[in-house]
Every structure is written in C-alpha cells, then in structure tokens.
C-alpha cells in the first residue's frame, strides 16, 4: 500500500476535525468538498456563511453543506473565544479590546478553536504568508511539552526499489523554519523528526544528524553544535536509534558506515536525516527532489502542542487534500502520546 493509501485509511478510520480558516479561497473549498465527500474528515471552514455557499455553487461542490460554517464576524463567536486569547496574551500586555480585534482574525479564531478543543488541526497558507500562518499557531497553541521549536520536515518519496530510507522513505528535517538551530535545537528537531517517521511515514525511525564529519574526521564549531546536539537527543529519548555526527554517506550507505563509522547503531541505515542548518536541509531536499525525481510530501509542521500546517501560495487543490490528511494523522499521532 502506498504512503498516502494508508494515511487515507487512518484518516478515515479516525475521523479528525480540521479548520480551513481560508474559508473563501477557491482551491480550499475544492479539496475540503473531496475530504467530506470521501469522509476522511469533519470539517470546519471559517468565512461568511453566505459568501462560502455562493462560491461553492459556483465551483459546482456538493458537499461543503455538509461542513460547519464559522462566521467570524459573530459577537457569539467573539465572546467565546477572546477570553481565550486574552488569558494566553494578557503577560505581553494584550487588553480584551485587542483580543476581540485578534480573534476575528481566521487565522487566530482558527488556532484558538484547536486550542479549546474544539478541532484537533488547522491548514492555512494558500492565500496567507508562511509567516502571518505560524504566527497565530506560535502565539496560540504554542509547542509541545519538552519542545520549544517548531520545524519543517519534508517525507522524501524515493524511486520504487530503492535501497535507502525505509522502503524507500526518508525524512528530512529542518527543510523550513529554523535558520541555524542551536545544539539544543537540533535535538529537539530530531525528536520531532523521529515522531513524524512514525505518525506521517509510518516507519520506525532511525535518526541520522548530519555533519561534513564522521566521528571526529574533523574539527570546527558546527561539528561540535552537531556532537552535543546528539548527547542532548539522547537524553531527551535513550530509546531512540540514534546517532551523529555522520556525513551524510556514512548515515545512508552500509559499505560506508562499515568503514566510517562501524560501531554506529544505524549502521549506514538512516531513515531521518537532520541536517545542521536550514540553509543545508533545504538545498539538500530541494537537489534531491529535482536532480532524482523524487516526491517531497510538505513541509511539516512539527513540535506544535496541535498540527497547524502551512501551505504554499501557489499550492494546487491536490495540495491541499493531501496537506488535510497530513494534518489528520498528525493529530491522530498527538492524541496517542
């Protein structure tokens, strides 16, 4: 069965409720009538009522009736959740006439609403920037227990009968958030790179944090950030397979590891790879995905308390489908910690 297959199945089998704040955007209310009509979310779409059928008629979608419809415009709407906001934001100096103001905002009414427990996931992006996305889901919903950082990871489809990754699957972390993380962030990523392994790719992870050094080969501050950045990895998860520094052959290629690295737990078997920076772990995808025609599925948001993920703004209707069931098993992944 293939990846997006069996997060389909989940997805349906575990019905989530999902926001779509953009609730006027064409492309969103395309992929949302497809989720409902195949039943693999409730969903719940925030804009005018009347405005979101009148689009809907004229996009000839059947099912966006069957979705929950948040105005939020509604002083009911308001009332409920600005308290909300308030108490989150009263420490920066917030007053209640601030919150209301915010929480008319979709992007904001649409996190509060996952925050109270009243959806479990939000998709945003297609007509907001990245920035305006994670802003309100930083301010929100902030990050989960033990994690501080939010980062990016991309599920690397590789060509069928591929020797690397996990069935030819491999994560790749941090793609598009953090510019230079930390040693304390960079354990973090890889933390939460492990849980989307098992939540997204449904494999077992085995974690590969990247370096131009193998075990000590060479000497330089990123080296050093990239050796404590896996003590604290460590610590944080001793189960974990998990190991660094590693170039990037002696994490993929078993021959390599024999002789890089041969007491390495992965054994030149890596499924995650986490790289030092962003600058490196988004040219790294981006080489792959175009010079080896290979499909990379995101970003994913990961380290969020709930999933909010983010959208290009040139995103198709297809995009976004798949970005919603990316969400819903995320969610389901949060639910089971």
């Known amino acids: 069965m293939e990846l997006f297959e069996k997060l389909t199945s989940k997805a349906h089998a575990h019905r989530q409720r999902i926001v779509l704040p953009e609730g006027l955007e064409p492309r969103t209310l395309t992929a949302a009538d497809r989720i409902i009509e195949e039943e ?9 009522k009347s405005e979101i059928k009148e689009l809907a008629a004229q996009l000839k979608l059947k099912n966006i009736d069957k979705a929950q419809i948040v105005d939020p415009s509604d002083e009911k709407i308001i009332d409920k959740y600005a308290p909300l906001f308030f108490e989150l934001r009263k420490k920066k100096g917030i007053s209640m ?4 103001l915010t929480t008319a905002n979709p992007l904001y009414l649409g996190c509060l609403m996952v925050k109270a427990g009243d959806a479990d996931g939000q998709v945003a992006g297609a007509m907001n920037t990245t920035g305006n996305v994670l802003r309100a889901a930083f301010q929100v919903i902030k990050t989960q ?4 950082v939010v980062s990016g990871a991309f599920v690397m489809l590789l060509n069928e009968g591929s020797n690397f990754g996990t069935n030819g699957i491999l994560i790749f972390a941090d793609c598009a958030v953090v510019p230079n993380p930390t040693a304390p962030e960079l ?9 989307t392994a098992r939540d997204i790719a449904g494999i077992e992870p085995r974690v590969a944090i990247l370096s131009f050094s193998t075990k000590g080969s060479a000497k ?25 520094e590693l170039q990037a052959d002696a994490a993929l290629v078993p021959t390599v590891a024999a002789s890089k690295a041969p007491n390495s737990p992965l054994s030149g078997r890596a499924n995650v790879l986490v790289f030092p920076s962003l600058e490196v772990g988004n040219i790294a995808y981006k080489l792959v995905q175009r010079l080896g025609g290979v499909q990379a599925v995101g970003p994913v948001l990961q380290g ?3 999933p909010v993920n983010d959208l290009s703004r ?9 970005t919603i069931i990316i969400t819903c098993n995320q969610a389901i992944g949060l639910k089971n910690l």
Do not use: W
């Open 187 to 195: 354990a973090q990523i890889a933390i939460s790179s492990a849980k």
């Open 97 to 100: 006439e601030e919150a209301r």
């Open 220 to 244: 330089n501050e990123s080296v050093d950030k990239v050796i404590e950045a896996t003590k604290i990895a460590h610590s944080m998860d001793p189960e974990l397979m998990l190991d660094g």
């Open 314 to 322: 040139g995103c198709f209707p297809e995009d976004i489908y798949k």
């Open 40 to 48: 693999l979310a409730d969903i719940i779409l925030i804009g005018h």
């Open 304 to 306: 969020l308390a709930a």
């Open 145 to 148: 227990p033990g994690i501080n």
